[in-house]
Structures are given as structure tokens and as C-alpha cells.
């Protein structure tokens, strides 16, 4: 089994200083995806939990989503934005194949001495960012991180296909890593990647194995999709047994940890995950139903509501559960200490 760090590292624990999210004004409701596809909101709301979710304007990209969550979470942490030393941007849906969207956020929100980039772990993304992020703390390599979790999934999503447009939402959330002060900031993680997997979740085109032609774009191959059923079944697996690592790694039991923030993908999942763990419903930040899956961005939010409205409380043990395309999952064990 996964060892706990040995003691006397040296590397210097790191914890969530800030946080910030944006979701574009417009609501999509289940009622409104009556119209779109052959839908109900019955079915919708049975299945998955979801009743409405936000979908940006057409001149609103993933880097705008992710700005405005950047400038909200530096504004928390009360630092400015040329203060940032490293800046990583977690999203599927970039504004461009390439440059990152982190130098795109950098640009808009004048983080000038930050270096930027990309990482692209789907729904796992915000977690691998923070967990990527949280290494140049600890080895002393910067000072400081903001990590962005951005997504306008609306538009890979394909209006035509019922099984996976009533799913997704589009936001941004964000958080500002800083040295801990007191306590252990991240006190332990266990992430966890099956590419063999791949094929259940994907984009098919657009990248180099099938570059954009006509054909792909008549066979609608820019678009999500996704096999429900077998990511479903993955999804639960996973959450719960990194959970469990994280949790062994930190030497601390699942009825220590106050709050645990799924990746809000399905009410059904988180259901299926807390009934697996033996924790009760009530203790797990939920708002799938008014975002639906915001993939990157999904447990940044739901970290970012649980702060601000008093839920969590300095010194609470906070776990972070993801899963995502790739496949990737992960789990990551926090003890908040906001203050300054
Ligand atoms: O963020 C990445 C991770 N993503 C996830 O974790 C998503 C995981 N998967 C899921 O959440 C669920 O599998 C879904 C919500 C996608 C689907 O739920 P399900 O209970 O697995 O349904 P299903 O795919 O087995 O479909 C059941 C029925 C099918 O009809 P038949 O074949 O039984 O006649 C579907 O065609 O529901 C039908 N269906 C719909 N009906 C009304 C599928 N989508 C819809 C829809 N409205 N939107």
C-alpha cells in the first residue's frame, strides 16, 4: 500500500490561500433542452440531478470564464495580479489548440511576471492543476500559483445528441496557492490515470491523429461524446478508492474529513460514491444541480461557495474527488487555512 512521506522532507506544505468563480449569466434549464432535443425535464432531473446550467455568450471563450474567477480569487487572497509566479490553466476547451489559455489569462489579467500553462486532465483538471501548482510552492521554485479550472463545454458539446448535451455547463473556477502558515495545506493526494481507456470519452477530431477535413466535420467529429454507462461505472470506482489512498496517506480516517467536494458530473455518482465511503450525504458540497458538469471547473466552484458561504472553517479537513476523460481521477486531502 501507499506509504505516508517519509518524515524530516523537506518540502514546505502549501495551501489554498483564495478562491474565485464566475458562471456566464445565462441559464439553460432542463425546460429549455426540451426544445433543443427529445428530452424531458423529468428525465434529466432523475438521471442526473441537474435542473439548469450556464452557457456563455458566443463572444465569451474559456480564457474570459477563467479571467473573471482569476481576478475573484487574486481579490480574495487580497494579491495582485503581477504578483502571480506561476499561473496553470486547467481546461478541454482552450481557445486555441494552442498558445495555452494560461498566457491568454495572463494577458487579460496583467499577470506579467508569471510564467503559463496549460494542462489538460478533463474533469480531473482542476485537481492535477492544484497538485501540479502546489510542487513549485513546496520545493521553493515559486512563492506562489494561481490555478484556473475554465470550461465553455457548450461549445463542444453536439446540440443534436441527447445522451450528452443535457450534461455539460459552461464556467470557470480559480485558486490562489501560497506557503501554509500554520497548518499542512495539501496534506496528502492520490491521482491515478487508465489511458487504455481513452476511447470512452473523447473529442475524435481536430488533433493530430484526425486533423479537421470535411469529412470529420460532416461526421460531426468535433463534437463530446461519450459511452454514460462505462464512465458512470469508472467514475464511482475510482472517486472511492482514491479517496481512500489520500486518505491512507494521510493517516487520517474518512469520519476526520468535515467536507468532501465530488466532481459534480451526476447526482447519482455522488450518491453512489458517499454511499461507498459511508458518509452521509449532507457532508458533500453539491450544486450540480444548478451548473450541471462544468468538467475543470466543476470542483473549483463548488470549493469556491463552500468558502465564501461559511461552510468551510480554518482547520476543517476538505477532500477534493475527481474524474474525468483520459480516464484521470483523483482525490486530494486539504486542511483550509485561509487568512492572509
Ligand atoms: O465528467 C466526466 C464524467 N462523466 C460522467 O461521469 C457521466 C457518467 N454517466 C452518467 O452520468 C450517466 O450514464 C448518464 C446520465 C450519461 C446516462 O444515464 P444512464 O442511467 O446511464 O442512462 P443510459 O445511458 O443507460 O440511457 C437510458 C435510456 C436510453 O434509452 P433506452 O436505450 O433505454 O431506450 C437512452 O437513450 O435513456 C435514454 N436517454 C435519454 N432520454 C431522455 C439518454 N439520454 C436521454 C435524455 N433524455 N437526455
Known amino acids: 500500500m501507499n506509504a505516508p512521506p517519509p518524515a524530516g522532507s523537506t518540502l514546505r506544505p502549501v495551501r489554498i490561500a483564495g478562491t474565485g468563480a464566475y458562471a456566464p449569466a445565462h441559464v439553460l ?163 491515478g490515470s487508465d489511458g487504455s481507456l481513452s476511447d470512452l470519452l473523447l473529442i475524435p477530431a481536430g488533433g493530430s491523429r484526425r486533423p479537421t477535413s470535411e469529412a470529420t466535420v460532416a461526421a460531426r467529429e468535433h463534437y463530446l461524446r461519450m459511452n454514460g454507462r462505462e464512465v458512470f461505472k469508472h467514475a464511482v470506482t475510482h472517486m472511492v478508492r482514491s479517496a481512500r489512498t489520500a486518505l491512507h496517506r494521510a493517516g487520517v480516517v474518512i469520519s476526520d474529513v468535515r467536507w468532501i467536494i465530488p466532481h459534480q458530473a451526476n447526482m447519482r455518482i455522488i450518491r453512489a460514491v458517499a454511499e461507498r465511503l459511508g458518509v452521509p450525504l449532507e457532508r458533500f458540497v453539491i450544486n450540480v444541480e444548478r451548473y450541471g458538469n462544468t468538467s475543470g471547473a466543476s470542483v473549483a466552484i463548488a470549493l469556491d461557495e463552500a468558502a465564501r458561504d461559511g461552510r468551510i472553517r480554518d482547520g476543517d479537513l476538505v477532500l477534493m474527488l475527481v474524474f474525468g476523460g483520459g480516464f484521470t481521477w483523483g482525490a486530494m486531502l486539504l486542511e483550509w487555512e485561509k487568512g492572509s
Open 29 to 191: 434549464t432542463n425546460r429549455d433542452l426540451e426544445k433543443i432535443v427529445t428530452t424531458t425535464d423529468q428525465w434529466i432531473v432523475e438521471r442526473t440531478g441537474m435542473r439548469e446550467r450556464r452557457i456563455a455568450a458566443e463572444n465569451e471563450a474559456a480564457s474570459d470564464l477563467g479571467a473573471e474567477a482569476a481576478r475573484r480569487a487574486l481579490a480574495d487572497a487580497g494579491m495582485a495580479a503581477t504578483d502571480v509566479q506561476l499561473l496553470l490553466a486547467a481546461t478541454i476547451t482552450p481557445d486555441y489548440p494552442f498558445p495555452n489559455t494560461g498566457c491568454i489569462i495572463q494577458s487579460k489579467i496583467g499577470a506579467r511576471h508569471a510564467f503559463c500553462m496549460g494542462l489538460e486532465a478533463a474533469c480531473s483538471g482542476f485537481v492535477y492543476a492544484v497538485e501540479t501548482a502546489r510542487h513549485f510552492i513546496a520545493t521553493g521554485t515559486v512563492e506562489n500559483a494561481l490555478v484556473v479550472g475554465t470550461e465553455k463545454m457548450s461549445s463542444i458539446l453536439d446540440w443534436t445528441d441527447r445522451t450528452t448535451c443535457v450534461l455539460f455547463g459552461d464556467g470557470a473556477g480559480a485558486a490562489v496557492l501560497r506557503p501554509a502558515k500554520r497548518g499542512r495545506g495539501v496534506v496528502a493526494s492520490a491521482l
